[in-house]
């Protein structure tokens, strides 16, 4: 039996699992949790990454592995291979303004044409441009920009600090994969390189950047077994759920993601799409909304009941919760681009205002919400056949047997997993065949 090894490093912990290669089948799996914040030493993340791998019986038996995890943030190295500063994850907004100067340089829809994006503050070259400006001489130190996902690979194939590591501080062997690079700002969908000038207008200087590798590329670690480029939490989780191009993950967790695997790249001026690429060898357009499962959170309290509950009322009333609608902004917006908006309801009337109505407009909502990010996906050509949904509000009835009426396409609903750990995984049984 071959085993491989899947990792899924995402903002709020590291989840590992051992996988029989040829069934799928976990055999083995470990959890350890991370830090809050929206800026992490990394060190942190090793050591979660450490305990996970313990605890899921360590990596005896292991013949590939693969780590998936949280994109964007920015893990700043100097020459000698040390942290220089707590990484800036992707939920840490300090950089807006970083944003905005950097669209103001260049023009979105240059930007947009060069990497598929258009700067948030979620992107690692908005956070490498606020380094540069904010704390200048941590810039100046920087000799290596990597992600997440790609310094933990580095590490556990032994590289880093001197002291620290068994082959030390070697920045050209840094990783990656196209999913996670196509989620910097600084990297052409096009070329299938990093674009280095926008490197240099953010950060100031150039630096060494991970070797992108392919969806069947690897490396190996100390003990010689195969190691593959992993990726990003969003790719890795198309590729554990088994997306194909025309389908579309539909992610209902605290935010939402709409996102789709495509044969061809995405321009988007306005940036409601960013043209990610995906783990195997597509594009993997992308939508995020704020509020999703929240939504559902939100009414339930309300209402004085649990998810199950607020799905069974919902279903209790008819299509339209007579007349209610719920305008699910309780926390501004990403996508309609609101960002000071809040939750309305309209359409109450004596009639209308029931416990049942509340949840099925609760439900809707969210639902219409998410549909917004499908709609964008349409309006760019993007095929769109069978909707996968997955997280946390999936597992509602409620929102299983709505999502088709909403969505107006097939709705399918894996069973519960980690899929983002479970991609990794298949991507490293790739390469046993490799």
Not at 294 to 310: E, P
Not at 320 to 333: C, K, Q, S, T, V
Not at 394 to 401: D, F, G, I, L, T
Request: hydrophobic fraction near 45%.
């Amino acid at each position: 039996m071959a085993l491989v090894m899947g990792v899924d490093s995402s903002t709020q912990s590291c989840k590992v699992i051992v996988v029989d290669s040829a069934t799928g089948a976990i055999v083995r799996e470990g959890r350890s949790p991370h830090p809050d914040g929206t800026e992490v030493d990394p060190d942190a993340w090793w050591v979660a990454l450490q305990a996970a791998i313990a605890e899921a019986g360590g990596l005896s038996g292991v013949d590939a592995w693969a780590v998936g995890g949280q994109q964007h943030g920015m893990v700043a190295l100097d020459a000698e291979g040390r942290v220089i500063r707590p990484a800036l994850l992707w939920n840490d907004t300090r950089s807006g303004g970083a944003a905005a100067d950097l669209i103001a340089e260049f023009g979105a829809d240059l930007l947009a044409r060069r990497t598929g994006l258009v700067p948030v503050a979620s992107f690692t070259i908005t956070k490498l441009r606020w380094l540069r400006d904010h704390e200048p001489e941590n810039a100046a130190r920087v000799a290596a920009v990597a992600l997440p996902h790609d310094w933990l690979t580095w590490r556990l194939r032994g590289f880093g600090p001197d002291g620290e590591s068994a082959h030390g501080p070697v920045l050209d062997e840094l990783i990656t994969d196209r999913s996670d690079a196509s989620g910097t700002g600084y990297w052409s969908p096009d070329t299938g390189g990093y674009d280095r000038e926008l490197l240099v207008a953010a950060l100031g200087h150039d630096a060494v950047l991970p070797r992108v590798l392919g969806p069947e590329g690897w490396v190996t670690d100390a003990d010689g077994r195969r190691v593959g480029p992993g990726a990003g939490d969003n790719a890795g989780a198309a590729l554990g759920v088994g997306a194909g191009p025309g389908d579309v993950v539909v992610s209902i967790g605290t935010s939402g993601t709409v996102f789709a695997v495509s044969a061809e790249r995405t321009i988007d001026p306005t940036g409601t799409v960013a043209g990610f690429a995906d783990a195997d060898g597509h594009f993997l357009p992308i939508v995020v909304t704020l509020n999703a499962a929240r939504v559902l959170d939100a009414i339930a309290r309300l209402l004085g009941t649990d998810h199950a509950g607020l799905s069974a009322l919902a279903l209790a009333a008819e299509p339209g919760a007579g007349g209610l609608l719920l305008e699910p902004y309780f926390e501004g917006e990403r996508t309609p681009n609101l960002p000071d908006a809040n939750a309305s309801l309209y359409g109450m009337t004596l009639a209308s205002t029931t416990r049942e109505n509340l949840a099925r407009a609760a439900v809707e909502g969210m639902l219409h919400g998410l549909g917004a990010g499908l709609d964008a996906l349409r309006e760019l050509g993007v095929p769109l056949e069978r909707a996968l949904l997955i997280g946390g509000g999936a597992q509602s009835e409620a929102v299983r047997r709505v999502a088709p009426l909403i969505f107006g396409m097939p709705v399918e609903v894996p069973a519960p997993g980690e899929y983002v750990a479970l991609g990794a995984a298949r991507q490293a049984a790739r390469l046993l065949t490799a």
